[in-house]
């Protein structure tokens, strides 16, 4: 090679040139990466990283100018195919190695030093064409890192969400057991006064948990991508408000209600979910009524769908916590959750869920809150599906 090769070697020559160099440094910089990195073997700790090299230096070859580069790091944002790019599929092996995350973005930081001291020390001094490619070497390290990252978070949210999933499904058959196991021994009338108090709040209790446990796998489910599963029958809607008021006023004694006098409602949905939506924006109501003031639950029917609205007086939902007011486990009004705590001890998740619910139902909630007027849900169902 000429001195006039030599010094103008582009950086995607050398990275293809010195593959297994680049390689072993970064492999020994991996190791590094204690505890999870001690038990892997040289092809996990070289995992895609050839192929992502290859990438990387494919992108030095072809990007000339900064917009070239810009569309092509747009181009990869705007991706629609579900095929995983190399560094996705590092970050998500990452994760399932047990690496944290700061763990493998240091990685990330050792490629960038030892590609560009091996490249700069070789070189000795850099031409203006070097100076585009170390530009373009760094946008596309940092496209790379973007996508790792998408990856490992990716891989651990969905590990979470299956360990919920598992967790709630192996605790619903023995907290079933437990409820059902009180409510017989109260129905046996054999009990006596101090036992039965207590086999009461057992059975209260298990109730609660119960439902908790319902709503934990209804929110992985929606996560996971399953949806909330319906079984359309022919129901009555206003035999379903009526139950759910009634239910409602068990478990909050010291609230009014007022439920407009509905006949017969009929159309096509899933009885018992859309009674667990209806029951959660009721709750919901309760829980941020003012002390005193009554909850209203109203029907309007308009053809082919139809219109239950729930209203409290009570302090307003702040404007900047309306956006997104559905989204699971967010803290709200002030910092308490839309649903938590009370009597009924769930989990923070019922907005979540009866939107969800609401939504397989082909219908939407519309939420309006202001000083002096309260808060109104109003849902909107189509009859049929």
């Known amino acids: 090679m000429s001195l006039t090769q030599w010094l103008s070697m582009r950086l995607h020559d050398f990275i293809d040139g010195h593959r297994e160099q680049i390689l072993e440094e970064w492999e020994s910089f991996a190791r590094t990466a204690s505890p999870a990195s001690h038990t892997m073997d040289i092809v996990a700790l070289r995992d895609h990283a050839d192929e992502m090299l290859t990438a990387i230096a494919g992108d030095l070859r072809t990007a000339r100018t900064r917009s070239q580069q810009t569309e ?48 700069t020390e070789e070189l000795g001094q850099l031409e203006a064409e070097n100076i585009a490619d170390l530009i373009h070497f760094n946008e596309a390290i940092d496209q790379s890192l973007a996508e790792s990252v998408a990856g490992f978070t990716g891989t651990v949210e969905e590990a979470k969400e299956m360990f919920l999933a598992i967790l709630g499904h192996d605790l619903r058959t023995p907290l079933g057991a437990i409820y059902t196991s009180a409510e017989f021994m109260l129905d046996g009338r054999t009990l006596e006064e101090r036992d039965r108090s207590l086999t009461i709040g057992i059975a209260r209790s298990a109730r609660r948990t119960v439902a908790m446990v319902g709503d934990l796998l209804d929110f992985t489910r929606s996560r996971l991508g399953g949806g909330i599963p319906l079984v359309r029958q022919e129901t009555d809607l206003g035999r379903l408000l009526r139950e759910a008021v009634e239910e409602t ?40 009524a003012a002390p005193g003031i009554s909850v209203a639950v109203g029907f309007a029917d308009a053809g082919d769908h139809v219109t239950v609205t729930i209203h409290n007086m009570g302090a307003p939902i702040p404007g900047d916590r309306l956006d997104g007011l559905f989204n699971p486990m967010k803290a709200r009004r002030g910092g308490s959750m839309a649903v938590s705590g009370g009597p009924t001890g769930n989990l923070g998740l019922g907005l979540y869920i009866a939107e969800r619910i609401v939504h397989a139902h082909g219908g939407w909630i519309e939420v309006e809150s202001a000083e002096g007027t309260g808060t109104t849900f109003r849902v909107q169902l189509p009859r049929r599906g």
């Open 72 to 119: 092509r790091a747009r181009a990869r944002a705007a991706k629609t195919d579900n095929v995983a790019t190399a560094p996705e599929k590092h970050g998500a092996g990452r994760a399932e190695s047990g690496f944290s995350v700061e763990e493998m973005v240091a990685e990330y930081r050792g490629l960038r030093l030892s590609v560009l001291s091996l490249w």
């Open 249 to 288: 006023s068990a478990a909050y004694p010291h609230h009014k209600f007022e439920l407009d006098t509905l006949e017969e409602q009929r159309g096509e949905w899933d009885a018992a979910r859309l009674s667990q939506a209806l029951t959660n924006l009721i709750v919901n109501a309760c829980e941020h």
